[in-house]
């Protein structure tokens, strides 16, 4: 029998929710029957969390004043086979535009800043490409991730420098919280001939030695990007992953420990060209290592630190740029009667080059393809029962534009146990990248004209935490001098990165999450008004930043199962400048569970677009790239303990 592209799109919906209905009653049976894990042995979600990217020392989340996120372990178990960007964009205030499918080329927004503008760290090293500006958190694998901690608005700057205007991200490898040994294998297999498979092994042992090694292959047919297509780019777009991760930690004496981390990810991703060539895929290498070395002892915490990221492409029909960001950092912190003051200095060197593999169309190349910024930082922090305080400054100087001062002032005021409201302001900056200054080629021609992106952000909360909740009401405004943007030049009929004078993005965000008894329910909403505030569009909307993106989740968790379903919606965007074309708004429908089926095997199910959805998250010059229907990915999970 030979079904339609629709019938056969039904028929796999029907199964995979037959599925799942037989996996809910089979699980209901078995928590009846056999009981494997009882409801008093489940793990119960902690909302009150602790996160140290806010501060930069362990803060529980109810004690930091900017808006944070933390996205821990046990939320990543329901993202097994799919990458960092899919965790990304279902978070407060996210939304993504995706050439296609799995590894394909994407970007993320975060309230209406690009990933430019918002600073990528893995174990707190820079990670990203100082070609593009842009981390490729697309390839990032998260069954490789610890936990995610989201850092929202312009706090950062003070504490990390550049490119943190629109708040911080920080990924921690896998084993950072070891508790016990144990040894794990993963298998799984989804739509499109998605399959990975991946072994980790972990270690700890009474003397504090921590050690933990994954890796993992991720691999898929994909989905063909651009509809109605002839020739080459009518194929689909497969990807391939190879993925590794380390995580070690010991004491040296009492006091002094030292350890080291690092995460890598091999991948070649294919893609629709413009020319409709055969061979068009992207070999990419993407990876951070570091290491470090500390000693805490009464009130006084000293931790040394170094690492480096790489950021490798390669295009097969085009050019290949190799990125290294190398990084020291020395971190201070005392603790004082009433709070605690820390210091620290920072060395950082960026590079870029380029292999220039199409020679015939023109010479590519960097005038100047390196830089270094030193920086000194101090801050002072607060956390008492009535109200918490927090100070920052930073200088950061610069090879090429010369010093730069940030600042961060924020307080809050707890008007009851359960209740508090607060407020802060920050001024942050982002340098030009490499590629906006000095990058001449094909597509592009420089501009050494550009200036330094400046802002001057703040926030107002209120916020109610309890046992049960914590929901949060946040409103933002950040005015951003020079903001950089690529503009078609007539004169060369190429892109050149130019400044906008001024913009302004404003909005607000509302989160809540609860748990209520085995009833875990909740959502978020953000409303984001990105606007040119000069030129020919005053007043109109920076291309690709919906006003309004959501998501609502309801899910249940008994003794050996757990299971969730989510309505995550992006309203209408505008990609163009002038806003003459837009995208469609969608609501995606998905959900998501694992099973228990004892002590060490565990079944993981994910469903997206449920509905099959035929939506779009970028689409511009005539060409729209299709995004996924219905698809799912199921796994297994064995663990020698």
Request: proline share 2%.
């Amino acid at each position: 029998m030979v079904l339609s592209r629709s019938s056969s799109t039904t028929y796999l919906r029907l199964c995979i929710l037959s599925a799942f209905g037989a996996f809910a009653v089979s699980a209901t049976a078995a928590t009846n029957e056999l009981n494997v894990v009882s409801d008093n042995e489940l793990p119960q979600v902690e909302l009150d969390k602790i996160v140290v990217t806010a501060t930069r020392t362990p803060t529980k989340t109810s004690n930091v004043i900017a808006q944070t996120r933390v996205v821990d372990k046990e939320d990543l178990k329901r993202f097994q086979g799919q990458t960092v960007m899919e965790v990304l964009r279902r978070q407060p205030g996210f939304s993504v535009k995706q050439d296609g499918g799995m590894g394909t080329n994407s970007n993320f927004y975060l309230r209406g800043y690009d990933s430019k503008r918002v600073l990528v760290l893995i174990d707190g090293i820079r990670y990203g490409s100082m070609s593009t500006g842009q981390p490729t958190l697309g390839l990032l694998p998260a069954d490789q991730i610890d936990r995610i901690e989201i850092l929202y608005g312009a706090s950062g700057s003070s504490i990390y420098g550049s490119d943190a205007m629109g708040g911080v991200i920080q990924i921690f490898t896998k084993g950072h919280d070891i508790d016990q040994s144990n040894v794990s294998v993963t298998a799984g297999v989804g739509s499109h001939d998605h399959y990975v498979y991946g072994a980790g092994a972990q270690f700890a042992n009474a003397q504090g030695v921590k050690l933990s090694l994954s890796a993992s292959r991720n691999q898929t047919k994909g989905i063909s990007a651009i509809e109605n297509q002839i020739g080459n780019n009518s194929d689909d777009d497969g990807f391939r992953s190879n993925n590794f991760s380390l995580n070690a930690s010991m004491p040296i004496t009492q006091d002094i420990s030292v350890g080291a981390t690092g995460i890598f990810a091999k991948s070649i991703s294919e893609f629709d060209d413009y020319s409709n060539v055969s061979n068009a895929e992207t070999d990419q290498k993407n990876g951070v290592v570091s290491a470090f070395s500390q000693y805490e002892k009464d009130n006084l915490t000293v931790r040394l630190s170094g690492g480096q990221s790489l950021d490798k492409l390669n295009n097969r029909i085009g050019d290949a740029f190799e990125t290294k960001q190398k990084q020291v950092n020395l971190l201070t912190i005392y603790k004082l009667s009433m709070g605690q003051l820390q210091a620290g200095a920072e060395w950082l060197k960026q590079d870029v080059n380029v292999t220039d593999n199409t020679p015939a169309t023109g010479r590519d190349s960097y005038k100047i393809n390196d830089r270094t910024i030193k920086s000194g930082f101090a801050g002072y922090q607060i956390n008492e029962d009535a109200y918490d305080f927090q100070a920052n400054v930073r200088v950061d100087d610069n090879s090429q534009f010369g010093d730069e001062t940030t600042f961060g002032l924020g307080y809050a005021l707890k008007l009851a146990p359960s209740l508090r409201i607060g407020t802060s302001f920050a001024t942050g900056y982002r340098a030009p990248t490499l590629n906006d200054l000095y990058i001449e080629s094909v597509y592009y021609v420089p501009n050494e004209n550009l200036k330094v992106e400046k802002s001057k952000n703040i926030e107002v909360f209120i916020e109610s935490n309890t046992a049960a909740q914590i929901t949060r009401l946040t409103g933002f405004s950040s005015d951003v001098d020079n903001l950089i943007d690529n503009a078609y030049d007539d004169s060369t009929k190429k892109y050149k990165a130019v400044n906008i004078n001024k913009a302004r993005l404003t909005g607000y965000s509302f989160t809540s999450d609860w748990q209520l008894s085995n009833i875990l329910f909740g959502g978020q909403y953000t409303r984001t008004n990105a606007e040119e505030r000069t030129g020919a569009n005053k007043g109109k909307q920076l291309a690709y930043r919906p006003k309004n993106t959501g998501l609502a989740y309801i899910g249940y968790q008994a003794g050996n199962f757990d299971i969730r379903t989510e309505a995550e919606y992006v309203g209408k965007t505008y990609n163009s400048a002038n806003e003459t074309t837009f995208i469609d708004d969608y609501t995606l429908f998905n959900i998501s569970g694992n099973y228990y089926i004892n002590p060490n095997l565990s079944l993981n199910s994910r469903i997206n677009n449920l509905t099959n959805k035929d939506y779009t998250t970028n689409e511009g010059f005539g060409t729209r790239y299709g995004q996924d229907g219905t698809n799912f990915f199921t796994s297994l999970t064995y663990n020698w303990f």
